[in-house]
């Protein structure tokens, strides 16, 4: 291949990367935005690609959403920002917490939409799932210390206690602002913490 005819395929990769990367962000702004189910029409009008052409860059909407709960994990793993895992308690539970309020105020809308869809594919599922590692990995670094010396269903209570379904709950059943729903899960983290250091865990 000429260098002309390599540059024009060069440019035409490098057009359709940025396309591509053009619907994805469409349709997570859209899901930011509280638009439930996004259609195709309302993913081209936002980015500015047709109709057809999303369907070139991807096979259907499901492709489409694997590619949105990828970028969103990117999105995720960037949020989740390095915590202490020393110093006095009451300080990592605060920064635990403060940092899980940020995060779950973030990514809920794109989060509801991949639970919404985990049932019927399974490389949202597996990005959902890899998530929940990450969460759990980092109750487990901030409490390192408490955690030594205990049996494993506390981390599991701690990571269950933290969890984004628990934020949910707190938001949307219970109706709590993230102030309110922030101190519910300092209030709650705190308990599990003591009754582990007083033997009642």
């Known amino acids: 291949m ?7 395929v060069d440019g035409r990769v490098q057009r359709g990367m940025r396309s591509r990367t053009a619907v994805v962000d469409a349709i997570l702004d859209l899901l930011v935005e ?16 047709s109709v057809r052409s999303i369907f070139r860059l991807f096979d259907d909407m499901a492709s489409l959403y694997q590619a949105a709960a990828a970028r969103q994990a990117e999105r995720l793993v960037a949020l989740l920002v390095p915590l202490a895992d020393d110093g006095p ?7 635990l917490v403060a940092n899980r309020a940020d995060v779950y105020e973030v990514i809920t809308p794109v989060r509801r939409a991949g639970v919404r869809l985990a049932d ?14 990450l969460f759990r990995s980092q109750v487990a670094r901030s409490f390192r210390i408490e955690l030594a010396d ?28 993230p102030a309110a729903a922030a101190q519910v899960l300092t209030i709650t983290v705190t308990a599990l913490l ?5 033997g009642d865990a």
Request: charged share 30%.
């Open 2 to 8: 000429d260098e002309t005819a390599r540059a024009v």
């Open 34 to 49: 509280g638009v439930t189910q996004p259609t195709a029409q309302m993913v081209s009008d936002r980015s500015g690609i």
């Open 89 to 95: 308690r009451a300080d990592r539970i605060a920064a």
């Open 120 to 133: 019927t594919s399974e490389p949202i599922a597996r990005e959902l799932r890899r998530a929940a590692v």
């Open 150 to 177: 205990a049996g494993p269903e506390m981390l599991d209570a701690l990571d269950l206690a933290t969890c984004w379904e628990a934020w949910e709950r707190l938001r949307t059943v219970q109706r709590l602002d």
């Open 194 to 198: 003591a009754a582990e250091q007083t």
